[in-house]
């Protein structure tokens, strides 16, 4: 091999390894990240979260661990409602595009809305019985 050719190989290899580490350290981090904030809308997570960064003493833990629980239901209760309006928007949405869209374009929103129905049933709400049904 002339080489030219070698230090191209080696070179292009190097590159290719690096990217391939590159995509899967980013995809961990953002991973963590997203794990993390997932984890920050549960009365635990919120608590934890805050505790990390507190790091209190323990005279002190017993003192804000009450107050923590308090705005932990708080911020959970906010996530909930939150979820709640963007369930309602969409409906909104959907109803008053309906009239405007081809039956194709009505069965590819109903996909998506599917998709999203499935996706909140498997996600544990203590409101489940106050959510409007899916469209038709």
């Known amino acids: 091999m002339k080489t030219k050719l070698k230090y191209s190989l080696i070179l292009v290899t190097t590159l290719i390894i690096g990217m391939i580490i590159g995509f899967l350290i980013s995809g961990r981090m953002i991973s963590t990240r997203v794990d993390q904030m997932r984890n920050y809308y549960t009365d635990n997570g919120f608590n934890r979260e805050f505790i990390r960064i507190i790091q209190p003493s323990p005279e002190q833990r017993d003192e804000i661990m009450p107050i923590l629980r308090k705005y932990a239901g708080i911020n959970r209760e906010h996530m909930l409602d939150f979820h709640e309006g963007q369930r309602e928007l969409f409906f909104e ?43 038709n």
């Open 93 to 135: 949405l959907k109803d008053e595009l309906d009239t405007h869209l081809t039956d194709e374009q009505i069965q590819k929103l109903n996909h998506v809305w599917e998709r999203r129905k499935e996706h909140f049933q498997n996600t544990k709400s203590p409101r489940k019985g106050r959510r409007r049904p899916a469209p």
